[in-house]
């Protein structure tokens, strides 16, 4: 009886680790036929970039920025947080000398801003809600 029990659960068993090779097999021929290869100065370029994602640059994230520069070095130089370093980092990558750079870049914030930055185009009051 507990050699009956023992052959079914060998069984099972055996049938478990051939499936388990076959996939393991099936995943390291797709592994090799799907293999996606990237250009070493894009892996460069994205690594010397800060990597915040904040699309001030015209492009969805730094990877995407990294890419197109590296296919057309006119982009360079559009990265505002990375600066001027940034720019001459990316330069040494792709073997171009950067021209000066301008004064950074700072955000211009319409709303809430210092009391003589501000415009104001009406009186506001509260004089209605006593009516």
């Not at 068993?13 to 996939?23: A, I, K, N, P, Q």
């Not at 057309?72 to 001027?84: F, R």
């Not at 990558?93 to 104001?120: F, K, M, W």
């Amino acid at each position: 009886m507990i050699l009956a029990e023992l052959q079914s659960v060998g069984l099972a068993g055996l049938t478990m680790v051939v499936l388990g090779g076959s996939f393991a097999v099936i995943l390291l021929i797709a592994s090799i036929k799907l293999k996606v290869t990237v250009d070493p100065k894009v892996e460069q370029i994205h690594e010397a970039l800060p990597n915040i994602d904040c699309g001030a640059c015209g492009f969805p994230g730094c990877g995407q920025y990294a890419k197109a520069v590296a296919e057309d070095p006119e982009l360079l130089g559009k990265c505002a947080p990375g600066g001027a370093e940034t720019s001459e980092k990316v330069a040494e990558i792709l073997n171009l000398q950067v021209s000066e750079g301008g004064a950074p870049q700072r955000p211009i914030v319409h709303c809430r801003a210092h009391t003589e930055d501000r415009i104001y185009y009406a009186k506001y009051t509260l004089s209605l809600i006593h009516i």
